[in-house]
C-alpha cells in the first residue's frame, strides 16, 4: 500500500470521526407508550421505549372525550374510542406504538407515524375491516418510507443495475434480493433469526462496498463474482438488508396475531419504493442513451468510487458506533 | 362559450401568477429535506411548465445540443438556491412570464439557437429557479440536503424531457411525420400564450 493509499485512508476516518452524529440518520427513532385500563374508561400510561428526543416533548392528542394527564387517561363510560394522533412527529421522531391493554380481551397495537399520523382506537374485539384498512395503510406507507429514507438500501440496488445493466438479468437479479430480503425479514420479525442492529447496519455498508469494487472489477475486464452470478449475490446481500428492515418493525413491539399481516404490508410498502427507484434508473439510463449522454472515458470509474467511498465511510462512522455501544 | 373560456384562461393564469411553494414544507416532515427539495418544485406550475419547456427546446434542438443541460442545468439551479437565501426570489413574474414568452416563440418559431445559447438561457433559468425555491425556506430546512433534493430533481425532468422530445420528433433521415414537428410548435404556441397572460396579469396588478 503506497502512502498515498494510507493518507486517504486516514482522511476517511477522520471523516467518520470528525461526524459521527451525520451516521444515525437511518436509525429508526422509536416510541413505546402503553395504556393499561385499570377500571372501565381508566387508563395508567406509560413509556414502555422512550423517545430519542424525550416523552416531555411528544404532543400527543387524544379523543375529545378523554382527558389525559400521563400518567392518567380518563375515557368515561365511552371508553378509548376514537382519534389518536401525535402532532409533531418529524425528522427526530418517526413513529410511535400505542398499546392498549384493556381489562378484558386482547391488547391492541396502534403505531402513529409521519406516514399515518391520525390512527383510529376501534375499542375491543375482533378486528373489523377498518382495523384492516388502517393497519394496510399504515405499513405499506412505512415500507414505502423506509426504504426511500434508506439510502443504503438504494445504493445497493443501484449497484446491482450498475453491473447487470437491464432486461431479463436485471429482473431475476431484484426478484432474487427480494426474495432474499423478503425471507430474512419474516425470519427476523417472527424471532427466528436476531442480530443486534449496529453491527448488521456495518454490515450492510460492507455489502456496498462489495457491489463498487465489483462495478471497477467489470470496467476493467475481469468477471466479478457479481458479474458471474447476480442473482447469488443480490439473495446473499437481500438476507442481510432485510434483517435490516426487520430491524424497523422490531422495535415497534407488534403483538403477534397482527405481525404476520403488519409484515406483508411493510414488504408491499418496500417493494413498492423499490420498483419505483428501479423503474427511475432505468429510465434515466435509456433516456441518457437516447441523447448519447455516456461518461467519457477518463470518467467511467467515477461512479464506482463514489459509491465505494460513500460506503465505507458509512462504514467506519457505524463501526465507531458499534465500538463506542460497548 | 367564449366567456367560459376566457374565464378559464384568467383562472389559470392568475394559478400560475400565485402559485405558493408552502404546501412542499409537509413533505419534510414526512421523508425529510432531501425529498422535500425533489418535491418542492411539483408545487409550483411555474417551475413545472419553464423545465417542461426549458426540456423540449433543448430535446427539439437535437441530443448533441441538448445533452449540455444535463450538467448545465442542475448546476444553475445549485448556484441559484444560496443566491435566493441571500438576496430574496430573483424571480419574480414578470422575469417568469418572459421566459415562457421566450422559450414558447423560440419552440413555436423552430429557431436552431447555438448551443452556447440554450446553455446561457437554461443556466440563467435555472439560476431564477433555484433562488425562488430557496427563498421561503425555513431556518431549521438541512440547506444541503434540500439542494441535493433539487439539482437532482432538475437533473431528473431535463434528462427525461429531453430524451422524450428526441423521440417524440425523431430524425429527419428516419422520415418522421410532420406532424410531430407541428406538434411541437404548437406546444411552443401555447407556452408562449400562458406566458403571455401572466405578464399581463403581473403588468396590470
Known amino acids: ?326 | 362559450m367564449k366567456l367560459k373560456f376566457r374565464r378559464g384562461w384568467i383562472a389559470a393564469a392568475l394559478l400560475l401568477a400565485q402559485g405558493g411553494a408552502a404546501e412542499a414544507h409537509i413533505v419534510a416532515a414526512r421523508l425529510g429535506d432531501f425529498y422535500m427539495g425533489a418535491l418542492h418544485p411539483f408545487t409550483d406550475l411555474q417551475d413545472v411548465i419553464l423545465w417542461t419547456a426549458t426540456g423540449v427546446l433543448a430535446g427539439s434542438l437535437g441530443a448533441s445540443r441538448g445533452r449540455w443541460l444535463i450538467l448545465v442545468f442542475p448546476l444553475g439551479l445549485l448556484v441559484g438556491l444560496p443566491l435566493g437565501r441571500i438576496f430574496g426570489a430573483a424571480s419574480a413574474g414578470l422575469a417568469d412570464a418572459a421566459m415562457m414568452l421566450a422559450i414558447g416563440l423560440m419552440l413555436a418559431a423552430a429557431t436552431r439557437i447555438p448551443t452556447s445559447a440554450l446553455c446561457a438561457i437554461s443556466f440563467g433559468l435555472a439560476v431564477m429557479r433555484g433562488a425562488a425555491n430557496g427563498a421561503d425556506l425555513g431556518p431549521d430546512t438541512d440547506r444541503v440536503l434540500f439542494a441535493a433534493g433539487l439539482a437532482c430533481v432538475g437533473y431528473t425532468i431535463i434528462t427525461l424531457t429531453m430524451a422524450l422530445t428526441v423521440v417524440f420528433r425523431g430524425t429527419e433521415s428516419d422520415g418522421s411525420a410532420p406532424w410531430r414537428t407541428i406538434a411541437v410548435r404548437a406546444l411552443g404556441g401555447w407556452i408562449a400564450a400562458i406566458g403571455l397572460m401572466m405578464a399581463s396579469i403581473v403588468l396590470a396588478s
Not at chain 1, 230 to 241: D, E, I, K, N, Q
Not at chain 1, 260 to 282: C, K, S
Open chain 1, 1 to 326: 500500500m503506497t502512502a498515498m493509499r494510507y493518507l486517504r485512508l486516514a482522511l476517511v476516518v477522520l471523516a467518520t470521526l470528525m461526524q459521527p452524529s451525520m451516521l444515525g440518520a437511518h436509525e429508526a427513532s422509536l416510541g413505546v407508550l402503553e395504556f393499561r385500563e385499570v377500571r372501565p374508561g381508566a387508563f395508567i400510561g406509560r413509556w414502555t421505549m422512550e423517545p430519542s428526543i424525550g416523552a416531555g416533548r411528544i404532543d400527543l392528542r387524544v379523543p375529545p372525550h378523554c382527558f389525559l394527564r400521563l400518567p392518567e387517561m380518563n375515557c368515561g363510560q365511552k371508553g378509548l374510542v376514537g382519534s389518536i394522533t401525535i402532532t409533531n412527529l418529524g425528522a427526530n421522531m418517526s413513529a410511535v406504538l400505542i398499546k392498549v391493554i384493556p381489562i378484558a380481551g386482547e391488547p391492541r397495537s396502534y403505531t402513529i407515524s409521519t406516514a399515518n399520523p391520525v390512527v383510529s382506537v376501534l375499542g375491543t374485539g375482533a378486528p373489523t375491516l377498518e382495523a384492516w384498512i388502517e393497519l394496510a395503510k399504515t405499513y405499506v406507507n412505512y415500507g414505502i418510507d423506509h426504504i426511500l429514507l434508506g439510502a443504503d438500501h438504494l445504493l445497493f440496488v443501484l449497484g446491482l443495475i450498475w453491473i447487470v445493466g437491464g432486461g431479463w438479468r436485471l429482473v431475476k437479479t431484484i426478484t432474487a434480493f427480494t426474495i432474499g430480503h423478503s425471507a430474512s425479514l419474516a425470519a427476523a420479525a417472527f424471532g427466528l433469526i436476531g442480530v443486534p442492529e449496529r453491527p448488521l447496519n456495518a454490515c450492510i455498508a460492507l455489502s456496498i462496498a462489495f457491489v463498487g469494487v465489483e462495478i471497477v472489477k467489470q470496467q476493467r475486464g475481469t468477471m466479478g463474482i457479481t458479474a458471474r452470478y447476480p442473482w447469488a449475490v443480490a439473495f446473499t446481500f437481500g438476507l442481510v438488508h432485510g434483517i435490516g428492515f426487520a430491524s424497523a418493525l422490531a422495535g415497534l413491539g407488534l403483538e403477534r396475531s397482527l405481525l404476520p399481516a403488519a409484515l406483508l404490508f411493510f414488504n408491499i410498502g418496500v417493494e413498492i419504493g423499490q420498483l419505483a427507484f428501479v423503474l427511475l434508473v432505468l429510465a434515466l439510463i435509456w433516456a441518457h442513451r437516447r441523447l448519447d449522454a455516456v461518461v467519457p472515458r477518463w470518467g467511467e470509474a467515477l461512479p464506482a468510487y463514489a459509491i465505494g467511498s460513500v460506503s465505507m465511510f458509512w462504514f467506519f462512522g457505524r463501526l465507531v458506533r458499534v465500538f463506542a455501544a460497548i
